[in-house]
Each structure stands twice: as C-alpha cells, then as structure tokens.
C-alpha cells in the first residue's frame, strides 16, 4: 500500500465525481455491487412489510406537508448503511493512480574541435571573415549536443589546449567568444601540432566514440609533428578525425588599404593533406566554400555523431482503497452509535 495523499484522508475532496473518475480500478467487477445495494433495501423494505409495522417512504404531497422532523430521522440509519456499503465496494474495487517517471541518460561522446587561428582566419570570404565564421557555427554545434564532453583546440604556428573536455557548455561559448588570432604568436599552421594535443587530451579518456573536428583553412607549414603520422596515432587512439577546408581558393578578399579599397591575395589549400587524415582516421572530408556550406558541414556531423540515448521508465502506482475503508469505518462506527443509544429508540419509534 503506498499512501501519496494530495489531501488528508478525511478530506471531501476523495468524494469529488472528477477524483473518482481520475482512478483506475484494479478490481472493477465489484462496482456492479452498487447496483445490489437497492435490492438489498428493497429485500429489507418487504421483510419489515411482513413482521413488523410499516414505514412507507413514499409519501403523497399531502403527506409531505404533514411530515414530522421523527420521519425524516428514520431515513439516517438506512442512510448510514448504505454509505458504508458504497465505500466498502469502492475500496474493494481498489482505485488506483499511475504516474509515469522517465530518465533518460546517455554514453557521451568526446569531441575536440581543433580551430585554425592563423592570420590568414582573417580574409573575407566568409562574413566577416572565416574565423566569425567559424566561431559561429561552432557554438550552434555545441548548443545542439547533449551530455557529451567537449574540448577546444587552437592553434597556429603553435598549438594548445583552450578547454579541457567539459559538459560545461556556457564556459565552452565564452571559450569561443573570446578567441581571437592574438592567442598564439607563432604563425604559420600547425596541423600535426594541433592533432598532437588534441591526441594528449584524449588519450586518458574513457569514453567508446571519440572524434576531433579539425578546421583550417591553408597548408600545414609549421609545427615539428608531420600531419599524417599525426593522423596514424589518433587512429592508433581510435580517434576519428572529420576534417574541414574552409575558404576558397584563388583570388580572395583581404582587408582594406589606406585609402578603405578592398584588398586581394591568392589563396592556397592543402585539400589532399586533410583528405587523408580523414581517411587514415576513419573520418569525413568536408570542403566549405561559404558561410552556409560551412553551416551544412557542422548539422552532418552532428547527424553523424549523435549520442546514443538510453531511457527508462518507472511506472509510480499509489493505491487509494484505504481512504474508503476509513470513511467506511467512520460511518459505520456512526451507525452502531445511532443503534446503541436512545436515537434507536426516536429513530425506530
């Protein structure tokens, strides 16, 4: 019996139609005793018609004007007892209410997103420039993850760690929103550095899936770790790598001169280079053009790489018989009370 109570046990409120009817009974069959309880009067009604005096409860309007205050006593007994039967054959129709309790849980992936910061972030291609760019997308993907560990890698000529694998995503978004390319002095880009670290992040974790987002948008020409051999010891690690070309190549639109004219330069990428540590990695390839494409590249990933989602389900069942059973006790404790004294008497006279 488990006794979760909205109102005391002596409240009205259990007499309510819409409490009753928010029950599930478990033992319905015995509601079809109410219908017994009339003909159970009505079995009490004739027997008292043949060995004793009479008393008709059907009276003529005539009569009703006439009706004293000991006729309407009469009525409390047979009142009481069958109160005490209602209650009775509601209990043994044992309400009930089930709540539903959902848990959900997830085994977390471990995601580093290893972001180029380089001087060359800053051509225009992408509005305002790839790095906005990049940052923007980047926190759209974080906000659509759920329990999974997620680390920052930045780098340049250099790398290293801007966040730690965390579920704290409010301090991943400030992480974001506060990198800029004065973060590393040395420029060039550091691709094997960047796999390195993230590679060192990753190396103690516990977790089944473990991927890196590598964005960059030139060649790797600095660092002292070869991006492939890089790429063999996260796959070494189990660590699949989706790697990302943002920009264009060619003739791109860098900054302003003195006198505010758009400036260009020319744009090299290193695409086979970051093809092959997608596929040494067991990753994706994935070339962005512009701000949208770029856009299309997180959502697929994220698609790709979705947390598996356990859930369970507890079913809360509360039983509510012993409520009736108590007004049944109550009342019927009433009915001897009215038999045991002189109300017997004025109520039988």
Not at 18 to 29: D, G
Not at 234 to 242: G, R
Request: charged content about 20%.
């Amino acid at each position: 019996m488990t006794e979760s109570l909205d109102f005391p046990w002596y409240s009205l409120h259990w007499f309510n139609p819409a409490v009753l009817r928010s029950f599930t009974f478990t033992q319905p069959q015995w509601l079809y005793g109410i219908i017994a309880i009339p003909l159970l009067f009505l079995l009490r009604h004739f027997w008292h018609r043949r060995f004793s005096k009479p008393f008709s409860l059907s009276l003529t309007a005539t009569e009703w004007q006439n009706v004293s205050g000991k006729h309407i006593l009469r009525l409390i007994q047979p009142l009481l007892l069958t109160f005490v039967l209602l209650l009775i054959i509601v209990a043994l129709a044992r309400p009930q209410r089930t709540s539903e309790k959902t848990e959900q849980w997830t085994e977390g992936i471990d995601i580093i997103l290893a972001i180029d910061i380089s001087r060359s972030m800053q051509i225009e291609d992408f509005s305002p420039n790839r790095l906005e760019a990049a940052k923007r997308v980047a926190i759209d993907f974080i906000n659509g993850r759920f329990q999974d560990r997620i680390g920052i890698v930045v780098f340049s000529g250099d790398a290293y760690s801007l966040a730690p694998l965390t579920t704290d995503y409010d301090l991943l978004r400030a992480y974001i929103k506060t990198m800029d390319f004065s973060l590393i002095e040395a420029t060039g880009t550091a691709i094997g550095s960047a796999l390195a670290v993230m590679i060192n992040r990753m190396k103690e974790s516990p977790s089944r899936s473990k991927i890196c987002i590598l964005l960059s948008d030139g060649d790797s020409n600095a660092g002292n770790i070869d991006p492939l051999t890089a790429a063999e010891l996260a796959a070494s690690q189990a660590i699949k790598v989706y790697t990302i070309i943002i920009g264009k190549e060619g003739r791109v639109p860098f900054g302003k001169d003195f006198f505010g004219r758009t400036q260009y330069l020319e744009n090299t990428v290193d695409e086979s280079t970051m093809r092959e540590i997608a596929n040494i990695t067991g990753g994706r390839f994935y070339r962005a053009t512009d701000s949208r494409a770029l856009e299309q590249v997180f959502d697929e990933i994220d698609r790709l790489e979705k947390s598996e989602i356990k859930e369970s389900r507890y079913l809360n069942t509360a039983d509510y018989y012993f409520i009736y059973l108590r007004w049944a006790l109550l009342i019927y404790l009433l009915w001897l009370f009215s038999k045991s004294t002189f109300l017997n008497n004025l109520l039988q006279d």
